[in-house]
Nanobody, 123 residues
Framework: QVQLVESGGGSVQTGGSLRLSCAAS????????MGWFRQAPGKEREGVAAIYSGGGRTFYADSVKGRFTISRGSATLYLQMNSLKPEDTAMYYCAATRFGFRDPPARSDFDYWGQGTQVTVSS
């Protein structure tokens, strides 16, 4: 059974950095398309960054381009977040699918989800 466990969230000030990790059990991350979503209170869950299986083609939401970087090891997915802004405050979720995803990625594209890690950016 696929399990995804996020870590690395926390509270930082504007301009700070965080690195989120997603430990994946029972899959090899390179064989799955994987992504990071976030959900702020009262808002829809949105795709932030995602990476396709195999070749590693990536997607980034316009709001994070140039600030966030998605990467992966054999069993872990990462999200390096730099120059954080208060509007980045949200619960961040890791997700995985054996298939591809749309542009922008939709929540329904992914089959497996973690429980989330909170990121809070103060001004």
């Amino acid at each position: 059974q696929v399990q995804l466990v996020e870590s690395g969230g926390g509270s930082v000030q504007t301009g700070g950095s965080l690195r989120l990790s997603c430990a994946a059990s029972n899959i090899i991350t390179w064989s799955y398309s994987m992504g990071w979503f976030r959900q702020a209170p009262g808002k829809e869950r949105e795709g932030v960054a995602a990476i396709y299986s195999g070749g590693g083609r990536t997607f980034y939401a316009d709001s994070v381009k140039g600030r966030f970087t998605i990467s992966r090891g054999s069993a872990t997915l990462y999200l390096q977040m730099n120059s954080l802004k208060p509007e980045d405050t949200a619960m961040y979720y890791c997700a995985a699918t054996r298939f591809g995803f749309r542009d922008p990625p939709a929540r329904s594209d992914f089959d497996y989800w973690g429980q989330g890690t909170q990121v809070t950016v103060s001004s």
